[in-house]
């Protein structure tokens, strides 16, 4: 299964959460809150990102669910 990020992004009827490379909005909700919730659902169970958007659709805040492809170093 190929990892999509999520997307929260403004919508004419609220807020939509949206996969990557996708053209259809997953769903619609009233709150950023709602859609954030969603889609942090979706985020986990795939192992992908999460990236929140403003009302100018610049992201503010984004999550990692994956695996890290640059860990920390250890500092022993």
Request: avoid cysteine.
């Amino acid at each position: 299964m190929t990892k999509h990020n999520h997307h929260v992004v403004p919508h004419p009827d609220g807020w939509a959460v949206k996969r990557a490379g996708g053209n259809r909005v997953s769903s619609v909700h009233d709150t950023q809150q709602q859609a954030i919730d969603r889609a942090r659902e979706g985020a986990r169970k795939q192992g992908s990102e999460l990236l929140v958007h403003n009302r100018k659709g610049q992201i503010r805040e984004r999550d990692s669910y994956g695996p890290d492809p640059f860990p920390p170093r250890d500092k022993r």
